[in-house]
């Protein structure tokens, strides 16, 4: 692509244009519009934003009057704030990326044809009501805005052609990814894991969770370890590119439901947008439960287990009913995989697969509850340790992971029995068997050495 102008590639009726940066002041969720009454078609009306009344402009309309209006409730579509004295700004449909497009009337962006806009053109026949540019009278409570003048502090990293920033408070340190040890059969966006200094860290591609193209750089790199108060994990991106403060003025917020909750903010560094990763996310990705897929893999830390406090369990069915297990005891859960028969083994025993080299033997919970064994698109394998060894026990389907008060777990006095406890889920009002993990073991396994 020939050398011009930084553009912002937008997206107006499924065609896709071309705008300046240098014309964009910011751009942000649309608020409430006010229609003004006789204006012109591209005029959607008006809002109040910084204490300004600004004029609305709808973007296919402006395009053409015929054309349908943006549909502003749909949360793809955005407003850009033009920066321009008319004082208006623009809906879009969907706003695409930032990069540097030859300022031409049509161009080629990642095979597709991106037509250029001309604002001043655009805009030279609408007329912009007066009464738009006089400014709204602050309230005399000036005082409480000064609360929201703090500024945080971020790293901006830069994942393919996009820039992001994550908060320096669940930042870690930097490092270069090391040799992973790849995890057979996990989410797209999980590469492994790595060691650093005597720990290891589960490593997830960001630039797979925004389904985002890889640099042709891989030599820049990064593993971004994040953590709270629940663990840590190795974030990587193609590239570090700062630590800046940006002020709370700075920064427009997103509405909770954009991109299922990935980002809550974005703002601007001259011609850069850049996005903040939402606490949601990172939670998300540092937590288990985000690792769980009906089609992949659950990679399960314990490190933050107090017995003194809750205690966790996961919860799947067998035959349309819901038992549970101690997620202390299960470190991980796979897609299913048949197992391979094993010679002159007892009727519990499904037979062995192989996981990262691993001969892990299969049990059948469905034979241990006299149910008839169903393998179906949602059936997993949940790994579990008993007696210092792992083996895996078949199951329908994974319900969730849930917290239980000691005070709701009730243990079975007979040790030699398949429940150990009774578990009570009150929001739910219901109760849950837990599977004893030692008796199947012991029933299954007692023979065979693996």
């Not at 649309?30 to 709808?58: F, N």
């Not at 601007?268 to 990705?285: A, H, M, P, T, V």
């Amino acid at each position: 692509m020939a050398d011009g102008a930084q553009s912002l590639v937008i997206s107006l009726d499924s065609t896709l244009y071309a705008l300046e940066s240098a014309h964009i002041k910011n751009i942000v969720l649309t608020p409430e519009i006010t229609p003004i009454p006789l204006a012109p078609l591209a005029i959607r009306g008006v809002c109040i934003l910084e204490g300004q009344l600004i004029a609305v402009i709808d973007g296919n309309r402006l395009l053409d009057e015929s054309n349908s209006s943006v549909d502003t409730s749909n949360e793809t579509s955005k407003m850009l704030i033009i920066n321009d004295e008319k004082n208006f700004a623009l809906v879009v449909d969907k706003v695409l990326t930032i990069t540097k497009t030859p300022k031409q009337k049509l161009f080629q962006y990642k095979n597709e044809t991106v037509q250029y806009l001309f604002l001043e053109k655009l805009m030279s026949s609408v007329q912009i009501p007066s009464f738009i540019k006089t400014p709204i009278k602050r309230s005399e409570k000036k005082e409480e805005k000064v609360e929201n003048n703090g500024t945080d502090r971020y790293l901006i990293c830069k994942l393919g052609e996009e820039l992001f920033a994550i908060p320096i408070t669940n930042m870690q340190e930097i490092a270069h990814p090391q040799k992973l040890s790849k995890i057979a059969k996990s989410k797209k966006e999980i590469l492994g894991f790595f060691r650093l200094r005597e720990r290891s860290y589960l490593c997830i591609d960001l630039r797979l969770v925004f389904e985002i193209e890889k640099s042709r750089s891989p030599r820049d790199e990064r593993a971004v370890i994040v953590s709270n108060e629940r663990g840590s994990v190795a974030l990587i991106v193609d590239a570090i590119i700062d630590i800046e403060d940006f002020s709370h003025k700075e920064v427009e917020t997103i509405s909770k439901h954009f991109e299922d909750k990935k980002i809550e903010g974005v703002f601007r560094r001259g011609q850069k947008l850049i996005s903040i990763l939402s606490k949601e996310l990172l939670g998300s990705l540092i937590g288990k439960e985000s690792l769980l897929d009906d089609e992949r893999t659950l990679i399960l830390d314990h490190s933050l287990h107090d017995q003194t406090k809750s205690q966790e369990f996961i919860i799947f069915t067998i035959n349309n009913k819901a038992y549970c297990l101690a997620l202390e005891s299960v470190p991980e859960i796979v897609e299913y995989i048949a197992p391979t028969k094993v010679p002159q083994s007892n009727q519990y025993l499904l037979g062995a697969i192989n996981l990262r080299g691993e001969i892990t033997p299969i049990i059948s919970l469905h034979k241990f509850l006299q149910t008839a064994e169903q393998v179906g698109e949602k059936s997993k394998i949940i790994l579990c340790s008993s007696e210092n060894e792992q083996f895996g026990v078949v199951v329908d389907s994974i319900e969730e992971v849930v917290k239980i008060e000691p005070s709701n777990i009730e243990k079975n006095s007979d040790k030699e029995s398949l429940i150990s406890h009774s578990v009570v889920l009150e929001k739910q009002a219901r109760v849950l068997l837990q599977i004893s993990l030692a008796y199947i073991h012991k029933g299954a396994l007692w023979q065979k050495k693996f």
